[in-house]
C-alpha cells in the first residue's frame, strides 16, 4: 500500500510539472503567432511573393525568434506562482531556524507538497515538544540543586552565632549533613542518566540469578521497608539472566524503593518474577496513591514528579533511569494506575 502511495504522488508530481511546462509551450506558440500575425497585418512583417518556401522559413524564423524571447519570460511569471508553496516552507524554515517551533505551513494541492507540509508540521511540533522539556528540565534541576545549596549556606551562617547551644549546633549540623546526602545523591543520579542516555551497547555481560539479584536489593533497601513495617510479598521463579549485574540491579533499586516510598505504613507490596515464552517479567506492585491519566503520561519524563507537594523525598530522576536502562537491554516498562488503587510497574526483558 505505501508503495503504490507513494508512486501515486509521484506521478501527481510529475504530472503537474508536465502540464506546466505544456500549458507555457502551448501559450507561448499561440502568443507568438498572434504576434506575427498582427505585425503581418500592420506592415511590421512582409511576406515574400516570389517563394512560398521562403515565406514559410521567414515565419518560422520570427516565430522561434519572438517564442525564445516570450518563453523565459512566461516561464518565470507563472513559475513565481507556482513556486510560493515552496518559499513559505523556506520561510517557515527560516523561522525554525531562529527558534519559532511554533510555525506552521498548510499547502494544498499537489500530494507531494502537502505530505511536505504535514511532515513540516511534525517536526515543529515534535521540536516544540523537546523545546519544552529542555527548559522543564533546566528549571526543574536548577530549582532541585539550588534548594540544598541555599540551606547548606543558611545553616552554615547559623553555625557562626556563638550563642548556639549544643543541641542546636548537632540539630543544624545534622541538616547539613543531610543536605550534602541530597546533593550528592542528585549529582549522582544526573551523572548515571547522563551515561546512560549516550550508551548505545551494554558491556560487561554475564550470567547471574535474577531472582537472587532482587532478594539482595530487598535485603538493601529493609531499613526503609522495615521502618514503615511494611511486608513483602514475593513470589521469584528461578531464572538465569545473561546481562550487566549492575545496571540490572539499578531497575530493581530505584522502583522497590518508589513501592516503598509511596506505600502506606503496614501494607503490602507484592514481587512477581516469572519466566514467559521468550521474555522475563517482573511486576512490583504497591497500594500507595495511585497516579492519575496525566502523571502516568510523564512519569518517565526527566524531573518530573506526580506528587505536586514534594511530599515524598525524590527528585524525578529514578524512572528515568528506569526506563532507560530497560531500552538499553531490549525490554519494555509500562505502569497501571488508578488514584487511590497503588501502582503495578511491569518490565519485561529479552531472554
Request: glycine fraction near 6%; aromatic fraction near 8%; charge should be negative.
Given at each position: 500500500m505505501?508503495?503504490s502511495?507513494?508512486?501515486?504522488?509521484?506521478?501527481?508530481?510529475t504530472?503537474?510539472?508536465?502540464?506546466?511546462?505544456?500549458?507555457v509551450?502551448?501559450?507561448?506558440?499561440?502568443?507568438?503567432?498572434?504576434i506575427?500575425?498582427?505585425?503581418?497585418n500592420v506592415?511590421?512583417?512582409?511576406?515574400?511573393?516570389?517563394?512560398?518556401?521562403?515565406?514559410?522559413?521567414?515565419?518560422?524564423?520570427?516565430?522561434?525568434g519572438?517564442?525564445?524571447?516570450?518563453?523565459?519570460?512566461?516561464?518565470?511569471?507563472?513559475s513565481?506562482?507556482?513556486?510560493?508553496?515552496?518559499?513559505?516552507v523556506?520561510?517557515?524554515?527560516?523561522?525554525?531556524?531562529?527558534?519559532?517551533?511554533?510555525?506552521?505551513v498548510?499547502?494544498?494541492?499537489?500530494?507531494?507538497?502537502?505530505?511536505l507540509?504535514?511532515?513540516?508540521?511534525?517536526m515543529?511540533?515534535?521540536?516544540s515538544?523537546?523545546?519544552?522539556?529542555?527548559s522543564?528540565?533546566?528549571?526543574?534541576?536548577?530549582?532541585?540543586?539550588?534548594?540544598?545549596?541555599v540551606?547548606?549556606?543558611?545553616?552554615?551562617?547559623?553555625?557562626?552565632?556563638?550563642?548556639?547551644?549544643?543541641?542546636?549546633?548537632?540539630e543544624?549540623l545534622?541538616?547539613?549533613?543531610?543536605?550534602?546526602?541530597r546533593?550528592?545523591e542528585?549529582?549522582t543520579?544526573?551523572?548515571?542518566?547522563?551515561k546512560y542516555?549516550?550508551?548505545?551497547?551494554?558491556t560487561?555481560?554475564?550470567?547471574?540469578?535474577?531472582?537472587?539479584?532482587?532478594?539482595?536489593?530487598?535485603?538493601?533497601?529493609?531499613?526503609?521497608?522495615?521502618?514503615?513495617?511494611?511486608?513483602?510479598?514475593?513470589?521469584?521463579?528461578?531464572?538465569?539472566?545473561?546481562?550487566?549485574?549492575?545496571?540490572i540491579q539499578?531497575?530493581?533499586?530505584?522502583l522497590l524503593?518508589?513501592?516503598?516510598?509511596?506505600s502506606p505504613?503496614?501494607?503490602?507490596?507484592?514481587?512477581r518474577?516469572?519466566?514467559?515464552?521468550?521474555?522475563?517479567?517482573?511486576?512490583?506492585r504497591d497500594?500507595g496513591?495511585?497516579?492519575?491519566?496525566?502523571?502516568?503520561?510523564?512519569?518517565?519524563d526527566?524531573?518530573y514528579?506526580?506528587?505536586?507537594s514534594?511530599?515524598?523525598?525524590?527528585?524525578?530522576?529514578g524512572?528515568?533511569?528506569?526506563?532507560?536502562?530497560v531500552?538499553?537491554?531490549?525490554?519494555?516498562?509500562?505502569?497501571?494506575?488508578?488514584?487511590?488503587?497503588?501502582?503495578?510497574?511491569?518490565?519485561?526483558?529479552?531472554?
Amino acid at each position: 500500500m505505501k508503495r503504490s502511495r507513494f508512486a501515486r504522488w509521484k506521478w501527481s508530481l510529475t504530472l503537474s510539472l508536465v502540464l506546466f511546462v505544456f500549458a507555457v509551450l502551448i501559450v507561448t506558440m499561440i502568443l507568438g503567432g498572434l504576434i506575427v500575425f498582427n505585425m503581418h497585418n500592420v506592415g511590421m512583417f512582409h511576406a515574400r511573393d516570389d517563394s512560398h518556401a521562403d515565406n514559410v522559413n521567414d515565419f518560422l524564423l520570427l516565430m522561434i525568434g519572438i517564442c525564445v524571447i516570450l518563453g523565459p519570460a512566461l516561464t518565470g511569471f507563472f513559475s513565481r506562482k507556482a513556486l510560493n508553496p515552496i518559499r513559505r516552507v523556506i520561510e517557515a524554515i527560516h523561522k525554525v531556524s531562529e527558534g519559532d517551533f511554533k510555525v506552521k505551513v498548510d499547502i494544498k494541492g499537489i500530494s507531494e507538497l502537502e505530505e511536505l507540509s504535514e511532515s513540516f508540521n511534525k517536526m515543529t511540533l515534535e521540536l516544540s515538544s523537546i523545546e519544552t522539556l529542555r527548559s522543564d528540565f533546566i528549571n526543574n534541576f536548577s530549582h532541585e540543586f539550588k534548594t540544598p545549596i541555599v540551606s547548606l549556606r543558611g545553616f552554615a551562617k547559623l553555625l557562626k552565632d556563638g550563642d548556639l547551644t549544643e543541641a542546636e549546633r548537632q540539630e543544624y549540623l545534622d541538616i547539613i549533613i543531610t543536605e550534602s546526602e541530597r546533593l550528592s545523591e542528585l549529582s549522582t543520579n544526573v551523572l548515571n542518566l547522563s551515561k546512560y542516555e549516550t550508551l548505545d551497547i551494554v558491556t560487561d555481560k554475564e550470567q547471574f540469578r535474577l531472582d537472587e539479584q532482587i532478594r539482595r536489593t530487598l535485603v538493601i533497601l529493609e531499613p526503609k521497608w522495615s521502618k514503615k513495617d511494611l511486608y513483602i510479598d514475593v513470589e521469584l521463579d528461578e531464572i538465569l539472566y545473561d546481562g550487566n549485574s549492575d545496571l540490572i540491579q539499578q531497575i530493581w533499586i530505584n522502583l522497590l524503593d518508589n513501592a516503598i516510598k509511596f506505600s502506606p505504613a503496614a501494607d503490602t507490596i507484592k514481587i512477581r518474577l516469572e519466566k514467559l515464552s521468550g521474555s522475563i517479567r517482573v511486576a512490583i506492585r504497591d497500594n500507595g496513591i495511585g497516579m492519575d491519566e496525566q502523571t502516568k503520561d510523564h512519569i518517565f519524563d526527566k524531573f518530573y514528579q506526580g506528587d505536586l507537594s514534594h511530599a515524598k523525598t525524590g527528585y524525578g530522576l529514578g524512572l528515568a533511569i528506569v526506563r532507560r536502562i530497560v531500552q538499553l537491554c531490549g525490554g519494555t516498562i509500562e505502569v497501571q494506575s488508578a488514584l487511590g488503587e497503588g501502582s503495578t510497574f511491569t518490565v519485561s526483558l529479552p531472554e
